[in-house]
């Protein structure tokens, strides 16, 4: 039978609707998939030997002969097992099987068969128990290194390998070649054939390496060539022309004088507006780190050119807060500075609407609101989106197609994020943006205090609670889960971790918990809470209250991440701490500490694992998010930093950007190389690769047009 790259896994023999869907849940839909579909690790299978002389302890391949029909029997309800002996020169295998009643069937008497297991015992008599087999005229899972699969419910890895078995062995030679040769050869990379050949099966360790070595280069050199294009396209686009004089009057507006790393981030960003080129700038910096001033001053600077300013923000309740540091700081300079958001009234959008058109805003602050129909900018210079992570580039691009007047040019992009993200992670990432990075806080800050608490210590904890309340101040209580026995929210969202052995019972829930504290510790407090799930109103209506300080403790998700800023919260609690990434639980640290008061965080933690508690001691040895996300890094791999939701970025299938950093390196040279000679891929040999790279940014093709 002929089966072609594109058809869907129902041509494959042994496939049916109930193992398309299985295989569906791996996002495995065609022969292709399967074959793009790479194995978690090996076996090494192909150590053989006797039966007399196999070791006692390691799994081995022993080929003998069925010597007797196997024996079943039932132990009790639902253990069955099958007995059968098999011999060779020297010796008896005792093979036992548990609840497999199809071997019974499936070694014949008189037939030899190659057993891959552990041989327990000494001399010639020995017991293997489960072992993997198959007839010793046709092997195909023994005498060789054996891949193991990521696997659904439903689907074994004997199974899958199987089914890509037959993918390899029909359609690895029509995999096309898209690495342009003269790369392959410069670079020494094997061709894609035997690439997704000996990745499934390979013949050798060495083909094994090489075949990774290609794979991962691939990966990383159309993503590196994709983010290079990127780059370029917008290197020659045109900007509003705003001239950077006259930054010490902003300087003269503000309460306190800019850090020098304020100073440094602003003074690029002034750069960028001058050149004449479109801005695409992403300002990084810790919680707390002032990256407001960064963008008050681009708007300043705009405003005095006569541009009008637009800044997005992910809720309701951020924009608000930039609203009114906004207004306070730039309206005595005469900035007209509004307010966008969902939840105005029609009418006051209308008017709204009519005045920014008008011209007579300056600098227009809101929501994704500010995306909808209907809001055009009469001259529209700057656009900033606050936290990164909740707009994608294309809805950057969204806005800055709002640009009114002058068709020409584009507007200036500004982009802030509180994520610290690793050097070495920064450039990939954010490859299509030029970094400025606030790595200093403003004087006068106390640090956070940070303790990691076991149950024990959770009356003490409570006492603290109140402690704190009586002093006036307010707190967060963040859990992992919204109800009980579900899922942490960043599970749902497909970036997280390993279900843990027990199910998410033991959990902390947001409204079980809220309850309880209402009803059994806190009774006189006042006891909010606030999780994803709520309506959008009700969830900016429970900060509003606490950010008003009509609660004293609000219990949430990880919905308070983003830069909501209560001065008056001076502790957090983590329960669960062991569920979050160092990264986010530093972002979550950072909801407090943001006024007068010492400020602290508790991580609370049942977990005794020592490598668990010393990575959340990391986190009360330091406050420095850029350590904290390389250790991060390094304990977790980058799984979180490249979490797909997150930026919109191609997923790796095989690359680890953590990992494989010398091949990220070699490839984006090569990337640099290739585009050098061809910068917009126009060459006919090159057609491939750039439908390669298209496919892979499909949530950016607008980026690429
Ligand atoms: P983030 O980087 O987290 O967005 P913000 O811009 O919200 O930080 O600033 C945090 C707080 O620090 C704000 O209250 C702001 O007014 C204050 N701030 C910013 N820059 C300075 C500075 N140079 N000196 C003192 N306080 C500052
Ligand atoms: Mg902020």
Known sequence: MELRLTDHVEALPGVGSARAKALAKLGLATIEDLLRYFPRDYEDRRRSSTISAAPPDAPVCIAALVAETPRCSYVRKGLELTK???????????????????????????????????????????????????????????????????????????????????CVAACAQDVPEVLPQPVRQAHALAAAAFSYTNIHFPESEEALALARRRLIFEELFYLSCGLALLRT???????????????????????????????????????????????????????????????AASCFLAWRAGWQSALMAPTELLAQQHFHTLTDTLSPAGVRVGLLTGSLRASEKKHLRAALSAGEIDLL????????????????????????????????????????????????????????IPRTLALILYGDLDVSVIDQLPPGRTPVETFLVGEDKRQRLYGFVRKQVSLGRQVYIVCP?????????????????????????????????????????????????????????????????????????????????????VPNASLIIIENADRFGLSQLHQLRGRVGRGAHQSYCVLVTANRNEETRARLKVLTQTTDGFRIAEEDLKLRGPGD????????????????????????????????????????????????????????????ADSFN
């Open 481 to 565: 889960a919204v109800e009980e026995a579900e899922p942490p929210l960043e599970h749902a969202m497909g970036l997280g971790r390993a279900v843990p052995a027990g199910g998410f019972a033991d959990l902390k829930a947001v409204t079980a918990y809220a309850r309880d504290l209402r009803e059994r510790v806190f009774p006189d407090l006042r006891v909010g809470f606030v999780h994803g799930r709520m309506k959008p109103r009700d969830k900016e209506g429970a900060m509003a209250a606490f950010a008003a300080g009509a609660l004293d403790v609000l219990v949430s998700t990880t919905v308070i991440e983003v830069g909501v800023d």
């Open 641 to 700: 930093f490249f979490g797909k939701r997150q930026h919109g970025l191609p997923q790796l299938h095989i690359a680890d950007l953590a990992g494989d950093t010398g091949l990220l390196k070699e490839a984006q040279e090569a990337a640099k190389a290739l585009l050098r000679s061809d910068p917009a891929l126009e060459a006919p040999e090159h057609q491939p690769l750039k439908e390669q790279i298209r496919r892979l940014f499909t949530e950016q």
């Open 84 to 166: 059968v002996r098999a011999v060779d020169g020297g010796g008896t295998l005792e093979l036992t099987f548990f609840n497999q009643s199809y071997v019974r069937n499936a070694l014949v008497p008189g037939e030899s068969y190659v057993f891959y297991g552990v041989a327990e015992g000494t001399g010639s008599r020995r017991r293997m128990a489960n072992p993997v087999f198959e007839r010793e005229d046709h092997p195909r899972f023994t005498g060789r290194i054996m891949p193991i699969y990521p696997l659904t419910a439903g689907l074994s890895n004997g199974v899958l390998a199987g089914l890509v078995q037959r």
């Open 233 to 295: 396209r917008r290197e020659v686009q045109a900007g509003p022309v705003i001239p950077s004089q006259g930054l010490e009057d902003f300087s003269a507006l503000l309460p306190f004088s800019l850090t020098a790393a304020q100073q440094r981030a602003i003074g690029e960003a002034a750069a960028d507006l001058a050149s004449g080129r479109s801005m695409n700038r992403l300002v990084q910096g810790d919680v707390g780190s002032g990256k407001t001033m960064v963008a």
């Open 365 to 420: 602050v809101g929501t994704h609101a500010l995306l909808s129909e209907g809001v055009a900018f009469a001259r529209l210079g700057l656009v900033i989106t606050d936290e990164q992570h909740r707009f994608g580039v294309a809805q950057r691009a969204a806005l800055a197609a709002k640009g009114g007047g002058e068709r020409a040019l584009s507007p200036h992009v500004l982009v802030m994020s509180a994520t610290p």
